[in-house]
Protein backbone atom coordinates (compact mmCIF):
# COMPACT_ATOMS: atom_id res chain seq x y z
CA UNK A 1 0.00 0.00 0.00
CA UNK A 2 0.72 3.60 -0.30
CA UNK A 3 0.25 6.58 2.63
CA UNK A 4 -1.23 9.57 0.67
CA UNK A 5 -1.37 12.98 2.38
CA UNK A 6 -3.92 16.17 0.37
CA UNK A 7 -2.97 19.48 0.89
CA UNK A 8 -4.07 22.53 -1.24
CA UNK A 9 -7.35 23.09 0.25
CA UNK A 10 -9.03 26.38 1.72
CA UNK A 11 -11.86 28.89 1.46
CA UNK A 12 -12.25 30.71 -2.26
CA UNK A 13 -14.81 32.86 -3.39
CA UNK A 14 -16.60 31.32 -6.45
CA UNK A 15 -15.05 31.99 -9.77
CA UNK A 16 -11.88 31.09 -7.64
CA UNK A 17 -9.32 28.94 -8.36
CA UNK A 18 -7.23 26.09 -6.14
CA UNK A 19 -4.81 23.42 -6.75
CA UNK A 20 -4.81 20.45 -4.30
CA UNK A 21 -2.14 17.93 -4.15
CA UNK A 22 -1.61 14.54 -2.59
CA UNK A 23 1.73 13.45 -1.85
CA UNK A 24 2.53 9.43 -1.95
CA UNK A 25 5.15 7.74 0.16
CA UNK A 26 6.72 5.71 -2.62
CA UNK A 27 6.54 5.52 -6.42
CA UNK A 28 3.15 5.85 -7.85
CA UNK A 29 4.15 4.86 -11.33
CA UNK A 30 3.15 1.22 -11.23
CA UNK A 31 -0.43 2.30 -9.33
CA UNK A 32 -2.72 1.37 -11.64
CA UNK A 33 -4.93 4.31 -10.89
CA UNK A 34 -5.33 7.50 -8.61
CA UNK A 35 -8.48 9.84 -8.03
CA UNK A 36 -10.31 12.64 -6.67
CA UNK A 37 -13.40 11.99 -4.39
CA UNK A 38 -15.40 14.65 -2.58
CA UNK A 39 -17.91 13.97 0.42
CA UNK A 40 -20.30 17.26 1.53
CA UNK A 41 -21.96 17.26 4.53
CA UNK A 42 -24.33 14.67 4.55
CA UNK A 43 -24.16 13.45 1.32
CA UNK A 44 -22.18 10.40 -0.29
CA UNK A 45 -18.41 10.34 -1.49
CA UNK A 46 -18.06 10.51 -5.14
CA UNK A 47 -15.80 10.55 -7.86
CA UNK A 48 -14.36 13.55 -9.40
CA UNK A 49 -11.90 12.53 -11.44
CA UNK A 50 -9.76 9.54 -12.08
CA UNK A 51 -6.29 9.06 -14.16
CA UNK A 52 -4.99 5.64 -15.04
CA UNK A 53 -1.32 5.08 -14.89
CA UNK A 54 -1.32 5.17 -18.58
CA UNK A 55 -2.73 8.71 -18.01
CA UNK A 56 -6.43 8.39 -19.22
CA UNK A 57 -8.78 10.65 -17.37
CA UNK A 58 -12.48 10.56 -16.85
CA UNK A 59 -14.29 13.71 -15.02
CA UNK A 60 -17.56 13.65 -13.24
CA UNK A 61 -20.00 15.49 -15.32
CA UNK A 62 -20.85 18.15 -12.66
CA UNK A 63 -16.95 19.13 -12.80
CA UNK A 64 -15.93 18.20 -16.51
CA UNK A 65 -14.37 21.49 -18.45
CA UNK A 66 -13.74 23.15 -14.87
CA UNK A 67 -11.08 20.44 -12.98
CA UNK A 68 -7.97 19.10 -14.45
CA UNK A 69 -6.51 16.06 -12.75
CA UNK A 70 -2.63 15.18 -13.47
CA UNK A 71 0.06 13.24 -11.76
CA UNK A 72 4.14 14.01 -11.59
CA UNK A 73 5.17 10.51 -10.97
CA UNK A 74 8.95 11.59 -10.96
CA UNK A 75 7.15 14.10 -7.62
CA UNK A 76 5.29 11.05 -6.77
CA UNK A 77 2.44 13.28 -6.34
CA UNK A 78 -1.20 13.57 -7.86
CA UNK A 79 -2.65 17.10 -8.28
CA UNK A 80 -6.34 18.33 -8.94
CA UNK A 81 -6.74 22.07 -10.47
CA UNK A 82 -9.76 23.61 -10.06
CA UNK A 83 -10.72 26.46 -11.74
CA UNK A 84 -14.13 28.17 -12.24
CA UNK A 85 -15.22 27.04 -8.70
CA UNK A 86 -18.77 27.19 -6.97
CA UNK A 87 -20.28 26.60 -3.87
CA UNK A 88 -21.79 23.50 -4.42
CA UNK A 89 -18.06 22.43 -4.99
CA UNK A 90 -17.51 23.20 -1.15
CA UNK A 91 -16.83 19.41 0.41
CA UNK A 92 -14.12 17.26 1.26
CA UNK A 93 -11.92 16.14 -0.97
CA UNK A 94 -9.21 12.91 -0.69
CA UNK A 95 -7.38 11.62 -2.39
CA UNK A 96 -7.51 7.75 -3.56
CA UNK A 97 -4.35 5.30 -5.34
CA UNK A 98 -5.49 1.85 -5.99
CA UNK A 99 -3.60 -1.15 -6.68
CA UNK A 100 -3.96 -4.80 -7.95
CA UNK A 101 -4.87 -5.64 -4.30
CA UNK A 102 -5.48 -2.60 -2.30
CA UNK A 103 -6.82 0.69 -1.94
CA UNK A 104 -5.42 3.85 0.30
CA UNK A 105 -6.99 6.91 0.70
CA UNK A 106 -5.71 10.13 2.22
CA UNK A 107 -6.65 12.11 5.04
CA UNK A 108 -9.09 14.80 3.09
CA UNK A 109 -8.69 18.55 2.42
CA UNK A 110 -11.23 21.02 3.59
CA UNK A 111 -12.49 22.67 -0.11
CA UNK A 112 -14.86 25.91 0.80
CA UNK A 113 -16.36 28.34 -2.06
CA UNK A 114 -18.22 31.36 -0.69
CA UNK A 115 -20.67 32.65 -2.92
Known amino acids: QVQLVESGGGLVQAGGSLRLSCAAS????????MGWYRQAPGKQRELVAH???????NYADSVNGRFTISRDNAKNTLYLQMNSLKPEDTAVYYC?????????WGQGTQVTVSS
Open 96 to 104: KALGPMWDS
Open 26 to 33: RSIFSIFA
Open 51 to 57: ITSGGST
